[in-house]
């Protein structure tokens, strides 16, 4: 899982983070001795030029930050794809998989594109605030003192216990949340057609369905955002105790000389600020058990288990047909397709056409293709063309007699739906290629 945001793109954003961060909370010092610099008559051109460009260089490794954000995004989706090939390969049996369908290909379709940006913008947000809080505590540190630093040690360790402990909570809320988001998701396909075609009665069946999945993924979301929300506040109410009772004993006593009090008050916004950001690490850190629960569903979506018995449709030989092109019957026990030549496969309904074809699919995974009667391949041919069912068969029949190698064709009742005109050239097509290939035909008529 890790290696799907590990790319080159992911290092140059981590760097250009950590340098706009460490130039944000330069300003913190800078701030610091020049308010020190007044009150002692010291020199103040040096920190007011350090101040200056604190506040507007900044913006040039932020540009370049962002820039690579974007990439690394994109290249992680590329990645999680490449796991899914690898985890899914030649599985064909799952491409009629109900089970599969709600719950594995609606994560890889939607959820994939969502989850991965909205981890990189969990990790933007979550190391900017980390390292802006590590750069100016230092800062801090540095013109007051080690105390402060204690202090917000003992800090991060409150918020950290306090985070784990509420830590299962949160990843029950996420899983919660992501499959009700995952159903929903899933809904939208069913938007077009219910929409486009105006069958009053589908489209409220539609509407009904979408509306409970979304109230559904309403309950979950708020009720994740509220939780995370009231445990952040608590957190942050408690860990921040020790850095209010340092500085407030460094401002009010008696041994602190003016120097000192004009740095506090003049950094007090800054440290207002850093307690501010403190509140949003620990939201980040109740947020991360949420953010890897929704990695984890994302991962377990690119796996299935190789055992293929569950996803195998049942398969009744005794009433499936197979003949070759010249009639004589064929034996579908531990059928080996030959290496050219034309098998056709007639069966009733539900007698197990189809998955004989997925289990021929899967037991030949090299040099051959199979076509479901309902499917998106993608085919150049057809890449951008509007064209009927039966010219839409014709362009990718003609395409795949150019595959090489091809060494096995499987269609799936290609026949469903054509007239006789189309049925005839298609057949002929079909023939062409049972010259060079072995094409097991499931037959409707």
């Known amino acids: 899982m890790k290696s799907t945001f590990v790319s080159r793109y992911a290092g140059y954003f981590v760097l250009f983070l950590v340098i706009e961060q460490a130039i944000v909370a330069s300003s913190t010092f800078w701030l610091a001795w020049l308010a020190k610099g007044i009150i002692d008559n010291g020199p103040l051109m040096l920190p007011f030029i350090g101040f200056t460009c604190s506040l507007t260089l900044v913006y040039i490794p932020s540009i370049l930050k962002n820039t690579y954000l974007s990439k690394a995004k994109i290249r992680s989706l590329e990645l999680y794809i490449d796991t899914c090939s690898k985890g899914l390969q030649c599985v064909p049996h799952l491409s009629r998989s109900t089970v599969f369908q709600r719950e594995k290909r609606n994560a890889i379709e939607t959820e994939s594109f969502l989850v991965i940006g909205e981890t990189f913008d969990f990790a933007n947000l979550s190391l900017g605030l980390i390292l802006n809080v590590i750069f100016n505590v230092s800062a801090l540190c540095i013109a007051f003192g080690s105390h ?19 830590a299962k909570r949160v990843r029950s809320d996420s899983a919660a949340m992501q499959e009700a988001r ?7 396909p069913g938007a077009w057609d219910a929409i486009t075609l105006g069958n009053d009665y589908n489209r409220e069946l539609w509407r009904n369905d979408f509306g409970r999945k979304m109230g559904a993924y309403l309950s979950k979301a708020s009720m994740s955002v509220r939780n995370i929300e009231i445990l952040t506040s608590l957190t942050l109410w408690v860990s921040v105790l020790p850095v209010i009772a340092v500085m407030a004993h460094a401002m009010f006593s008696k041994h602190s000389d003016a120097a000192m009090k004009a740095m506090i008050l003049a950094t007090f916004p800054r440290q207002i600020q850093v307690i501010q950001y403190t509140a949003d690490i620990v939201n980040c850190l109740l947020n991360l058990s949420a953010v890897r629960e929704r990695l984890a569903g994302l991962f377990r979506a690119s796996m299935v288990d190789p055992d293929p018995n569950g996803m195998t449709g049942k398969i009744q030989q005794e009433r499936i047909s197979c003949v070759d092109a010249a009639g004589r019957r064929v034996e579908l026990e531990g059928l080996t397709p030959p290496e050219a030549g034309r098998l056709t496969i007639r069966g009733e309904n539900g007698s197990g056409k189809s998955s004989f074809l997925l289990e021929l699919k899967r037991r030949h995974p090299k040099d051959s293709i199979i076509l479901p009667a309902h499917h998106r391949l993608h085919f150049a041919s057809v890449a951008e063309a509007d064209v009927s069912t039966g010219q839409k068969l014709s362009l990718i029949l003609e ?3 150019d595959v090489e190698p091809l060494k096995l064709l499987l269609l799936d009742e290609w026949d469903a739906n054509l007239d006789q005109e189309n049925m005839q050239r298609i057949d002929a097509a079909i023939s062409r290629l049972a010259q060079r290939c072995c094409v097991v035909e499931v037959r409707h008529r």
Do not use: M
């Open 148 to 166: 402060l630093l204690w202090a917000y040690i003992l800090a991060a360790a409150i918020g950290v216990a306090l985070t784990a402990g509420s």
């Open 182 to 188: 995952t159903g929903a998701h899933g809904a939208l």
């Open 399 to 401: 395409e795949l007699c």
